[in-house]
């Protein structure tokens, strides 16, 4: 069983309306419920509001891979909660971070870099598979057209990928590495573009098996049960 926290910072779905109707039961909710038709998948939320973030040592223990939406106030995540989940991504945790949370306290630690891009409102994506041999590839279509995206676009300030499996291609003539992996640690990263509140990106088919992929992609082999930092070479 793959137990997967995912963690939503919840303001834009509950302080507007017009994304309420989008996701009733907030991103996190939407992206639990498909989740869960998954026999090998186990879940639980956790919000920006709660005690700890909702990310206490013991759920961080019972998580394998940690799926991460923010964007309104990322600076509102405690510097201790990132440490938290850092140490854990380096002991074996997988993190998924979507759409903004490329600008949140976790991957910005994790990364080193900026993560700055180019971005503008309401354009047309057509996501590109370029790497289908890829895990978080299967069954997913050689490329599939999103009406309404919010643009991401080059230059992406991201260290080398160690994998880039998606590239979003959008109607303004930008492009963007939207699919890319690293590894940090024994930990594995996906950064999965595609998500913005407004639209109803997390219901389509193509996105739901490009996260369920990602969740068993990242799956640890094992965890160190010490932190990564004091591991000591025995001789």
Not at 100 to 120: C, D, E, V
Request: net charge negative.
């Amino acid at each position: 069983m793959i137990r997967v926290t995912i963690w939503n910072e919840y303001i834009h779905e509950r302080q507007e309306e017009k994304i309420r109707q989008v996701y009733p039961e907030g991103i996190h909710g939407c992206i639990a419920e498909f989740l869960k038709t998954n026999e090998d998948i186990q879940v639980q939320c956790a919000t920006l509001d709660m005690p700890e973030h909702g990310l206490t040592k013991e759920v961080l223990e019972q998580t394998d891979v940690l799926i991460w939406w923010g964007h309104m106030d990322h600076q509102a995540v405690s510097d201790e909660i990132v440490e938290k989940v850092k140490q854990r991504v380096l002991q074996g945790m997988g993190l998924i971070a979507l759409h903004s949370a490329h600008h949140s306290k976790i991957m910005k630690s994790l990364l080193g870099t900026t993560l700055n891009l180019r971005w503008h409102e309401n354009d047309r994506e057509k996501v590109v598979c370029i790497n289908p041999a890829h895990p978080i590839a299967e069954g997913v279509p050689a490329s599939f057209l999103l009406e309404q995206e919010e643009m991401y676009g080059e230059f992406f300030d991201i260290p080398t990928p160690d994998d880039i499996i998606f590239l979003g291609w959008f109607a303004s003539g930008e492009v963007f590495r939207s699919g890319c992996t690293f590894t940090r640690g024994r930990g594995k990263i996906f950064y999965f573009q595609p998500g913005h509140e407004e639209y109803p990106i997390y219901y389509r088919p193509e996105v739901q098996r490009i996260i369920t992929n990602a969740v068993r992609y990242l799956k640890p082999v094992n965890f160190l049960e010490i932190p990564y930092e004091c591991e000591r070479a025995e001789w």
